[in-house]
């Protein structure tokens, strides 16, 4: 089984091991405290995550280093082949991803406002009115690419789950240019991972339509081009409605339940056997093959 | 006072470098550039940042009440008036700029006051301190990130000044550059740091510890950045250590004036 102990003990030298990616108010000697209170995260019942993650980001704590210490939990659970845990770690740390970036970007915002306050007040102390609102407006559009960019990257994660398994929590809604965006990343994480299965996690988005169906497809193509596999998880019953409806049948996908399934797919596409020591994680797994369904 | 934000600011590169937001697109581009050059100065940087916290922590659990922050920078967030929020605390740097954003961002109030100076020019500093710290001469002073950009002369006479100056039981954190001296000057990265017009002076261990003679070290002494942070040996990355070892590696202590 799999010790509380320890796994606060991984998760604390998984942080140490990218300490050099938290910021500058964050030194290391804090870093045992923030992986007991990560674990805390990982597997307390949890009513919301928003806060916690914005309270790691203000306190410094990089999502590189925190991204480490989910995965370094998910290996604990996985070496101890808890599947129920490991599941619930997966599923949180998506959930935290999406908290995380909303923190980040909150922090972004307010700081570079606090930095146009102090450029407009030094430069009120010897510039011209009109000189400062020139300067002001050249540096606010700047500021703008760099959220947008900023916005971009951070909303499609690629996260690598075990060897050669990534997981793409889709969060919101999808257009056409986000859809080039998560291609894009996803393409070139199954290359630099060398991953051969691609579970795509759509239990967060928000409206499902013929083009984010025909998103989808393209990048399960472009993905089978690399050898890879993309295992679609999460489909609600009011999307799985919306897509007979539309009259659209997904035969290039493999289609699961939850996340929960498709992990335990794409570990037995890899010849991973899971076992389970305890009768929970047993019935899970049996019941992840028992709705194996491929739409094939 | 040339406050131009399409010039790139050294407080701010160093801000960009801590994970911070005070800076601008200009700013980021050079240090990225500097980056590649140096590929160890983001690292560096954070180990400072990160025994400024560890320092000052120590220095506020033994309760001072004023302190002397030299070579400032931007005092963002978790910098010393975040961590002594009721202390008087009088903050220094010779970059125009750099005084004007930090007295933006945590503005100027009867406890915490700028000086403006070249640290070579002590006794300016140190009057200032006298006006503000009300003659209070029993101070913590921090010297951290910077006594690399003084040449050793100048840097003996800071320190004797300091040490004439304040009052037994003050205490100093102070960040270093120590190592082989002279296999730096031949190195690569002596030449791109004095090309651009920033020297940096390391010293032999002899020469610091002598400097520090009159001192009384704190537990755990003078030791590398690295290990007070309790991070990897190797902080450096393989391209810039090569096979040989770096001749100079960061330092800290804190010692206390007898
Ligand atoms: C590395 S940063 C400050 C680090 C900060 N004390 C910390 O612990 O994070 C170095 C600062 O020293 C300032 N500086 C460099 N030479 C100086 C000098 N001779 N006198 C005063 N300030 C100096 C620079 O302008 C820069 O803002």
Redesign the pocket.
């Known amino acids: 089984m799999t010790d509380r102990n320890d796994l606060e003990r991984v998760a604390g030298a998984a942080l140490r091991r990218r300490a050099f990616t938290n910021r ?1 108010m964050l030194p290391p000697t804090h870093l045992a405290d923030m992986g007991r209170e990560l674990v805390g995260l990982l597997l307390d019942p949890q009513e919301n995550l928003d806060h916690p993650a914005a309270r790691m980001v203000a306190r410094g704590l990089s999502f590189v280093s925190a991204q480490e210490a989910g995965l370094a939990v998910q290996q604990a659970a996985l070496d101890a082949a808890d599947l129920p845990m490991l599941a619930q770690v997966s599923g949180r740390m998506a959930t935290l991803i999406a908290a995380w970036h909303k923190a980040e970007l909150d922090g972004l915002r307010r700081e570079q406002e606090d930095l146009r306050e102090a450029v407009v007040r030094a430069l009120a102390e010897q510039r011209e009115e009109s000189d400062r609102q020139r300067l002001a407006a050249e540096r606010s559009q700047q500021e703008q690419d760099r959220l947008a960019a900023l916005v971009t990257e951070l909303s499609a994660p690629v996260i690598p789950l075990y060897d050669g398994i990534l997981v793409l929590p889709l969060i919101g809604s999808i257009d056409t240019r986000r859809a080039q965006d998560v291609m894009e990343n996803v393409l070139e994480s199954i290359s630099r991972h060398q991953a051969d299965s691609l579970i795509i996690d759509i239990t967060g988005v928000a409206m499902v339509d013929t083009g984010v169906v025909q998103h989808l497809l393209q990048t399960a193509r472009a993905v089978g081009l690399l050898g890879a596999t993309v295992v679609l998880v999460g489909i609600n019953p009011e999307i799985a409605q919306t897509i007979t409806q539309l009259g659209l049948v997904i035969t290039e996908i493999i289609t699961l339940g939850t996340l929960q399934e498709g992990i335990v797919y794409a570990l037995r596409r890899r010849g991973l056997s899971v076992q389970a020591i305890t009768a929970a994680s047993a019935a899970a797994a049996r019941q992840g093959t028992a709705r194996l369904s491929l739409w094939r | 006072m040339d406050i131009d934000t399409t010039k790139p600011n ?2 701010r590169i ?1 801000d960009y470098y ?1 994970g911070g937001n005070h800076n601008f697109e200009v700013d980021r581009t050079t240090a990225e550039q500097l980056s590649k050059i140096l590929p160890s100065i983001k690292a560096g ?1 954070l180990l ?2 990160w ?2 916290h560890d320092a000052v922590q120590r220095l506020v659990d033994a309760r001072f009440d004023c302190y002397l ?6 005092p963002t967030e978790g ?1 010393i008036h975040d961590l002594a929020p009721d202390a008087r605390i009088l903050y ?4 125009p700029v ?1 005084i004007a954003y930090g007295r933006s961002i945590v503005g100027e109030t009867s406890n915490i006051q700028f000086v403006q ?4 020019d002590i006794d300016a500093i140190l009057a200032a301190a006298d006006a503000h710290f009300g003659g209070q001469r029993r101070i913590a002073i ?5 006594s690399y ?2 040449d050793t002369e100048t840097l003996r006479g800071v320190l004797d000044a300091l040490y004439a100056w304040c009052a037994p039981g003050s205490q100093i954190a102070m ?1 270093w550059l120590i190592g082989d001296v002279n296999g730096f000057a031949q190195s690569q990265v002596a030449a791109i740091y004095r090309q651009m017009r ?1 020297p940096v002076y390391g010293l032999s261990m002899a020469a610091a510890q002598e400097m520090l003679a009159r001192w009384d070290l704190l537990s755990p002494g003078l030791i590398e950045l690295n290990r007070w942070n309790g991070v990897d040996d190797e902080w450096r990355t393989p391209s810039e250590t090569g096979l040989e070892k770096e001749p100079l590696d960061l330092y800290g202590m804190i010692a206390v004036r007898p």
């Open positions: 500058g | 050294g407080g160093y801590l940087a400072n940042r025994f400024m922050d030299l070579a400032t920078g931007l910098y220094n740097d010779i970059d750099t100076s070249n640290i070579a921090s010297f951290i990130g910077a950009f003084i960040s920033s």
